[in-house]
């Protein structure tokens, strides 16, 4: 069984920093890509981050220069810095990995970690 489990949300103030960790576990296959993704009230889902397993990154156009998506391979664990924050940042981020086994594509989800980000 694939597990995702997030860590570092929480409230802080607007410039803030946060970073987000996401430890993967379980029989995955191979990697393709990890990312982070949020929602906020109200709106749909929006891919924040994401990392190819190449490692090449991939911004979301409003948290570029203010977020940072990096990656552990050996611990199969994603991160995101998160510097500069705003409160429009406010939202349940939630990290997703992309995986390949045989000849099937997987797609996992976290359970999502609240940011807030007050004025």
């Known amino acids: 069984q694939v597990q995702l489990v997030e860590s570092g949300g929480g409230l802080v103030q607007a410039g803030g920093s946060l970073r987000l960790s996401c430890a993967v576990s379980?029989?995955?296959?191979?990697?393709?890509?990890m990312g982070w993704y949020r929602q906020a009230p109200g709106k749909e889902r929006e891919s924040v981050a994401t990392i190819a397993s190449g490692g090449d990154t991939d911004y979301e156009d409003s948290v570029k220069g203010r977020f940072t998506i990096s990656r552990d391979n050996a611990k199969n664990t994603v991160f995101l810095q998160m510097n500069s924050l705003k409160p429009e940042d406010t939202a349940v981020y939630y990290c997703n990995v992309k995986t390949i086994r045989a000849i099937w594509d997987y797609d996992y989800w976290g359970q999502g970690t609240q940011v807030t980000v007050s004025s």
């Open positions: 379980g029989s995955i296959g191979s990697i393709k890509a």
